[in-house]
């Protein structure tokens, strides 16, 4: 049983309009993503670039409805693919936040750990969008 891809909605366009700010910006400041790319993985900067051109792809591929169903699974894979790397954006702004102290760095702490639950409606929205 193949299942139909949502239609076009609020949500299903701020993902993508999500998608479309972070992919353009993992292009344009990649320096900026290079940081959180595990030390395992082989040129960070090849990485961001890659990762910034399949957000732009699953962006685009959200707001039409022939593509919607597999933007929405590539989408979900995307978010949990780039999760580690959020989780390693918010253990390194709590070292700093600890090393340093004062309100700006404990401010970006908090601000990177109140985004990590946030993956989780955006994995659902993904979804939706695929019909599952």
Known sequence: MTSRPAPLDLPIVGLAALF??????????????????????????????????????????????????????????????????????????????KRKGGAAPAAFFAGTLARLPLQWPMIRTALRAAGR
């Not at 082989?42 to 699953?58: D, I, K, M, Q, T």
């Open 20 to 97: 479309a700010t972070s992919g353009t910006l993992h292009l344009v400041r990649p320096q900026i993503f290079e940081p959180l790319i595990p030390s395992a993985l082989p040129a960070p900067r090849r990485v961001v670039e890659v990762s910034g051109v399949a957000e732009l792809a699953c962006a685009a591929g959200l707001l039409h409805p022939r593509t919607r169903g597999a933007a929405g699974l590539a989408s979900a894979a995307l978010l949990a693919g780039v999760l580690p790397g959020n989780v390693k954006m918010s253990v390194d702004a709590g070292k700093r936040a």
